[in-house]
């Protein structure tokens, strides 16, 4: 489906049906980051509602900068729930989908009847330790417009297929972020929301509150670029049940690297909820 939200069309797969479950993916992914988890979550009873994020897949690719601001995209997202008739939602995030994940469950509690946080801990958690920082080097990086495109795209890609291909979709990213603009879309989600400030811990990611919801935080111990503290310490941030599953080998990417495995602790975790 089609939808439209103050300017911005979204495109939106949406099967199922039953309790809603919201998923949403990071970068430099698309709804296609799912696609292992779609038919489990549906074949168990669940009306399964995936978006491209701005500046993803074939959703719409707004120019500005601030378009991709944590603040609005959570708006966005509730519009969607608006114009899909859904009052509450179950909500699974990974990455940067994480990241609005955990702020709609902080922000709009009354939306979110569980959530499942994927490699991204609590915002308010970030970037925390001295490790933690030194694995984020590339999120400053991300902050030069243009260079950051030119060298990300320098000799097919060289740089970029280095950093992502532990992802799987390595030719898909390319394929999608060679369109015009479409990279610097997806970078400007990191300038939206991350400063050299808040290297220092000095970011407003500090205020965002506690979760009240069933949270279940899932990292692999593979993955490079964030830490388990990061996500061990959100249960700090829960204010209701918190469950934490680590994934040994499992890296950043666990929807792919790990599909049957996350599918099961979806099915269960969601399942828990509906009584299925």
Same mark, same amino acid.
Request: charged share 25%; with cysteine; net charge negative.
């Given at each position: 489906?089609? @939808?439209?939200?103050?300017g911005?069309?979204?495109?939106?797969?949406?099967?199922? !049906? &039953?309790?809603?479950?919201?998923?949403? $993916?990071?970068?430099?992914?698309?709804?296609?980051?799912?696609?292992?988890?779609?038919?489990?979550?549906?074949?168990?009873?669940?009306?399964?509602?995936v978006?491209?994020?701005?500046?993803?897949?074939?959703?719409?690719?707004?120019?500005?900068?601030e378009?991709?601001?944590?603040?609005?995209?959570?708006?966005?997202?509730?519009?969607?729930?608006e114009?899909?008739?859904?009052?509450?939602?179950?909500?699974?995030?990974?990455?940067?989908?994480?990241?609005?994940?955990?702020?709609?469950?902080?922000?709009?509690?009354?939306?979110?009847?569980?959530?499942?946080?994927?490699?991204?801990? $609590?915002?308010?958690?970030?970037?925390?330790?001295?490790?933690?920082?030194?694995?984020?080097?590339?999120?400053?990086?991300?902050?030069? !417009?243009?260079?950051? #495109?030119?060298?990300?795209?320098?000799?097919?890609?060289?740089?970029?297929?280095?950093?992502?291909?532990? &992802?799987?979709?390595? #030719?898909?990213?390319?394929?999608?972020?060679?369109?015009?603009?479409?990279?610097?879309?997806?970078?400007?989600?990191?300038?939206?929301? @991350?400063?050299?400030?808040?290297?220092?811990?000095?970011?407003?990611?500090?205020?965002?509150?506690?979760?009240?919801?069933?949270?279940?935080?899932?990292? &692999?111990?593979?993955?490079?670029?964030?830490?388990? #503290?990061?996500?061990?310490?959100?249960?700090?941030?829960?204010?209701?049940?918190?469950?934490?599953?680590?994934? !040994?080998?499992?890296? $950043?990417? @666990?929807?792919?690297?790990?599909?049957?495995?996350?599918?099961?602790?979806?099915?269960?975790?969601l399942? #828990?909820?509906?009584?299925s």
């Amino acid at each position: 489906r089609r @939808i439209e939200l103050d300017g911005v069309g979204l495109n939106v797969l949406e099967q199922g !049906e &039953g309790p809603a479950v919201l998923l949403l $993916h990071g970068f430099p992914d698309s709804a296609r980051l799912w696609r292992h988890q779609v038919p489990p979550l549906v074949e168990s009873g669940l009306r399964v509602i995936v978006p491209d994020l701005p500046g993803y897949g074939q959703s719409d690719a707004p120019d500005e900068v601030e378009a991709y601001a944590l603040p609005t995209i959570l708006e966005q997202v509730v519009g969607l729930l608006e114009k899909l008739g859904v009052e509450r939602a179950q909500v699974v995030g990974h990455d940067w989908g994480a990241a609005v994940a955990w702020g709609l469950a902080a922000f709009e509690p009354q939306r979110v009847e569980r959530l499942v946080a994927i490699s991204v801990g $609590h915002p308010a958690g970030f970037p925390g330790s001295i490790a933690q920082r030194r694995l984020s080097w590339y999120m400053l990086f991300f902050q030069f !417009e243009g260079v950051a #495109e030119e060298a990300l795209q320098r000799d097919d890609w060289r740089l970029f297929r280095e950093a992502f291909a532990s &992802g799987g979709d390595i #030719e898909q990213y390319v394929s999608d972020l060679s369109r015009p603009g479409r990279l610097t879309a997806a970078l400007n989600w990191y300038r939206a929301n @991350i400063s050299a400030e808040s290297f220092a811990g000095g970011d407003q990611l500090s205020s965002v509150p506690a979760v009240q919801c069933p949270t279940l935080g899932i990292w &692999g111990t593979e993955d490079p670029a964030l830490t388990e #503290e990061q996500m061990k310490g959100s249960g700090e941030r829960v204010d209701g049940q918190w469950r934490y599953e680590r994934l !040994e080998g499992v890296g $950043h990417w @666990i929807p792919v690297e790990a599909p049957d495995r996350l599918s099961e602790l979806l099915v269960e975790f969601l399942g #828990e909820s509906t009584g299925s």
